[in-house]
């Protein structure tokens, strides 16, 4: 349990340094901004099982430090920020038990999935907050949906990509051994 706790304060490190560093975890690309860090999710679900899930918690913490450190006001709210990628970590390890050992068109489908269920759970978060609360957003809520979607395409892309590249890695991470004192010298 130690391995697995050390290798979650590692991707908790990988999270916070690519959400609070600018440009290093959300490229910027005029009036969209593409993050990977929910790629973080996928490899840590693939490595330390249900563990793995935590790791939406942690990138919902950096998007709220991130935005009171950088002014980003809209996930200033841990219900806009935190709840959503809580939540993303949860769905993404079950769609990885669900479908099972990786193979290629497993990994595409976990790729595409998950920046898509990241704007849609962020999204509609945002949206119910708005309902109680304004959030003063200078758009209407027809252009925000307009440009957020947008950013979805973007993301959708990317990472599908990048996890694709990654699926050898993926491979390697779903057939190591459980964490057990015999074979600890694996890891």
Same mark, same amino acid.
């Given at each position: 349990?130690?391995?697995?706790?050390?290798?979650?304060?590692? *991707?908790?490190?990988? @999270?916070?340094?690519?959400?609070?560093?600018?440009? #290093?975890? *959300?490229?910027?690309?005029?009036?969209?901004?593409?993050? /990977?860090? !929910?790629?973080?999710?996928?490899?840590?679900?693939?490595?330390?099982?249900?563990? $793995?899930?935590?790791?939406? /918690?942690?990138?919902?913490? $950096?998007?709220?430090?991130?935005?009171?450190?950088?002014?980003?006001?809209?996930?200033?709210? +841990?219900?806009?920020?935190?709840? !959503?990628? #809580?939540?993303?970590?949860?769905?993404?390890?079950?769609?990885? %038990?669900?479908?099972?050992? !990786?193979?290629?068109? %497993?990994?595409?489908?976990?790729?595409?999935?998950? +920046?898509?269920?990241?704007?849609?759970? @962020?999204?509609?978060?945002?949206? @119910?907050? &708005?309902?109680?609360?304004?959030? &003063?957003?200078? #758009?209407?809520?027809? $252009?925000?949906?307009?440009?957020?979607?947008? &950013?979805?395409?973007?993301?959708?892309? /990317?990472?599908?990509?990048?996890?694709? #590249?990654?699926? !050898?890695?993926? @491979?390697?991470? *779903?057939?190591? %051994?459980?964490?057990?004192?015999?074979? *600890?010298?694996?890891?």
């Amino acid at each position: 349990m130690v391995r697995k706790i050390t290798y979650l304060s590692i *991707y908790f490190a990988i @999270v916070l340094l690519l959400s609070l560093v600018p440009n #290093l975890g *959300y490229i910027s690309l005029g009036d969209i901004s593409i993050t /990977f860090v !929910p790629i973080i999710i996928i490899i840590g679900c693939y490595h330390l099982e249900k563990l $793995g899930a935590s790791i939406g /918690f942690m990138i919902g913490l $950096g998007s709220f430090i991130a935005a009171l450190v950088f002014g980003r006001i809209l996930f200033v709210f +841990p219900d806009i920020s935190i709840i !959503p990628r #809580l939540l993303l970590g949860i769905i993404v390890y079950l769609i990885i %038990k669900v479908l099972g050992k !990786p193979k290629l068109w %497993k990994t595409a489908i976990i790729g595409m999935t998950t +920046p898509l269920l990241n704007t849609f759970l @962020v999204s509609a978060f945002i949206l @119910v907050h &708005n309902e109680i609360s304004d959030l &003063n957003i200078g #758009l209407t809520v027809k $252009g925000w949906l307009t440009l957020i979607w947008i &950013n979805a395409i973007a993301e959708f892309i /990317f990472i599908t990509i990048i996890t694709l #590249l990654l699926h !050898p890695f993926l @491979v390697y991470l *779903y057939n190591q %051994k459980p964490f057990t004192s015999k074979n *600890y010298l694996m890891y």
